[in-house]
């Protein structure tokens, strides 16, 4: 993969659905090695900005560059830069873990892929499920086989919609570490929840949004519950 970028700048983001503004006017930076928080209710657009940044929705306004590039003239390559993990898991439960993995990694025309899904399996630690179908899997096994399916490629920026939802603290710790290790290894991950609790400890800044508009953007270091419903309560 010869195209990669160390920064996402978002520029006067704007998403328009006919009269209805889903993102207005939403200005941030996130860079390698750092852990972003989108925090916000439901509606506040959290969903769209994870889309656009993943280059499925465009912008009805304003700028994404990856590095110096827009999607545009970054071109095909990349989405080969960008691992997804959304409410849909994208998982088949007719196969095995193995199966789906390496049904992903040969869709993105990676070698070695036995290699890649036997390392893949071993981060997720569902070495000894491997070929046991997922549709028999918990919430949190899937939630962890997902998340290394959205990794399979070895992308540089990583989006998370909502990827504590329905896990036990078990696995809640583990993809806490797995998200930690990833910020040391140079990922982009940024990650919409609503698990305030969860997220302050581990997210480098937090960008809060509601009603589709960008209400702060400030480091996370401590009483970010707080912090949170005292931007939400202005104005």
Known sequence: MTFDFDKVAIREVSRHYGRRRALNR????????????????????????????????????????????????????????????????HLYPELTARENLGFFARLYGLSDVSVRVQAALERAGLSGRADDVVGGFSRGMRQRLALERALIHGPR?????????????????????????????????????????????????????????LVAFEESHGALRERYRAHLSCG
Do not use: W
Not at 50 to 68: C, K, M
Not at 194 to 199: E, K, M, N, R
């Open 26 to 89: 939403i200005t941030l930076d996130c860079q390698a090695g750092e852990l972003l928080g989108l925090l916000g209710p439901n509606g506040a657009g959290k969903s769209t900005l994870l889309a656009i940044l993943a280059t499925l929705l465009v912008p009805s306004a304003g700028t994404v560059r990856y590095g110096t590039l827009s999607a545009r003239e970054a071109g095909p390559d990349l989405r080969g830069r960008i691992g997804l993990l959304a409410h849909d898991l």
């Open 157 to 213: 920026l990583l989006l998370l919609d909502e990827p504590f939802t329905g896990l036990d603290d078990a696995s809640a710790h583990m993809l806490i570490d797995r998200l930690r290790e990833l910020r040391s290894e140079g990922h982009i991950v940024v990650l919409a929840t609503h698990d305030l609790d969860v997220a302050d400890p581990l997210l480098d800044r937090a960008a809060i949004l509601r009603d589709g508009r």
